[in-house]
């Protein structure tokens, strides 16, 4: 019998297309979002007072973002113990003090590691 196997690659040692894309949206969101931070830590702004003080249309999108905060990090609690995915914690305090726009993408791309290889266990099982 020679060396080499046919067995395919499984797919929790390596990163399927989708989490990819979700790694490039958590880059994106941490770009955007710390470009601006850093900007208003220059500029020394009072980001809460810019946040909540810009009139009724930036009230709305604070208002609207918050809810998709706080829902984003209900579902990666429970999605993550339901996969029994490891340190899920580490990315929910990315979201309130790095960007939700980089945590949320990041769990998901997580996430999907993780669905890959529990599939990939479901079809070694006898």
């Known amino acids: 019998m020679s060396g080499t196997s046919s067995r395919p690659v499984p797919t929790h040692r390596r990163w399927t297309p989708r989490a990819y894309l979700y790694l490039a949206l958590a880059a994106a969101g941490l770009v955007g979002t710390w470009t601006y931070n850093v900007i208003a830590i220059i500029e020394r702004r009072d980001v809460l007072g810019d946040w909540f003080g810009g009139g009724p249309s930036v009230s709305s999108l604070t208002t609207d973002l918050l809810v998709v905060a706080v829902a984003a990090v209900i ?12 340190r899920v914690w580490l990315v929910v305090l990315t979201a309130p003090f790095i960007a939700l726009a980089f945590a949320f993408p990041l769990f998901l791309a997580l996430r999907e590691r ?6 990939d266990e479901r079809s070694e099982s006898p």
């Open 75 to 86: 579902f990666m609690i429970v999605e993550g113990r339901r996969l029994r995915m490891k």
């Open 114 to 119: 993780a669905l890959a290889e529990g599939r």
